[in-house]
């Protein structure tokens, strides 16, 4: 099993840009989470998904949109980057939201300049 | 409101040595449940432990061993005869009861550096 998955790894955008990414799983989790880490800060919740079809907002959502039209898939997208949006993004993954463990993807940097 | 605090920012010790992170948390939930995980310079994070907070045994896996204590609000992690691959920052995390969704807390991290 490959666990969770994130591409790209790593992306240069420009200010404006727009880009998608893609987190999948190969768990059969319900419950899929993206995260943002900056130093100093831990990693911060954008946005959730309890199942399929599903999204909601975390603690800092704005500037980013998601879909989870497949079970095992949960994009994170940036329709107009911005160079606050720098960041490493964390995808995660659990079976569902109460005891269980979220297992994290290795991460994605992004560069926007 | 849920909140984890790692007040050690950067810990540098000696091959060998033992190291013990801090872990302080507050949380209204009466059940909840503490995580280390641990990002190498690679970068992914790696879980270590999960604990519930009815259950406060101390655990020990290997060299690695975890202490809760719910009086002080603490689930502290220590680390016996330390090697240069623990290098690493190491994240304390908590999730309640409170949300149905899970939303797990994570503290700021402590940087631990092994030197050989």
């Known amino acids: 099993n490959a666990g969770v998955t994130q591409t790209p790894k790593f992306r240069v955008l420009k200010t404006g840009q727009s880009m998608t990414l893609l987190c999948a799983q190969d768990m059969n989790h319900e419950y899929m989470y993206w995260y943002r880490q900056d130093p100093g800060m831990g990693l911060r919740l954008i946005h959730y998904?309890?199942?399929?079809?599903?999204?909601a907002k975390g603690e800092v959502p704005d500037g980013y949109n998601v879909s989870r039209l497949k079970k095992q898939n949960f994009l994170l997208g940036l329709e107009s980057a911005a160079p606050s949006q720098t960041s490493v993004y964390f995808c995660?993954?659990?079976?569902?939201?109460?005891?269980?463990?979220?297992?994290f993807g290795p991460g994605t940097r992004l560069l926007v300049l | 409101a849920q909140k984890v605090t790692q007040a050690q920012t950067e810990i540098s010790v000696v091959e060998k040595e033992d190291v013990t992170l801090d872990c302080v948390y507050e949380?209204?939930?009466?059940?909840?449940?503490l995580f280390w995980y641990k990002q190498p310079p690679s970068g992914e994070l790696v879980f270590l432990i999960r604990?519930?907070?009815?259950?406060?045994q101390n655990e020990i896996s290997g060299r690695y061993s975890w202490n809760f204590q719910k009086s002080t609000s603490s689930f502290n992690f220590t680390i016996t005869a330390s090697q240069v691959v623990d290098s690493a920052v190491y994240f304390c995390a908590l999730k309640g009861r409170g949300t149905s969704y899970g939303k797990l807390t994570f503290g700021q991290g402590t940087i631990l550096t092994v030197h050989p």
């Open positions: 949380t209204r939930d009466t059940t909840y449940y």
């Open positions: 995660a993954s659990s079976y569902s939201g109460g005891k269980e463990t979220q297992y």
């Open positions: 998904s309890v199942g399929e079809g599903t999204t």
């Open positions: 604990r519930n907070s009815f259950d406060e």
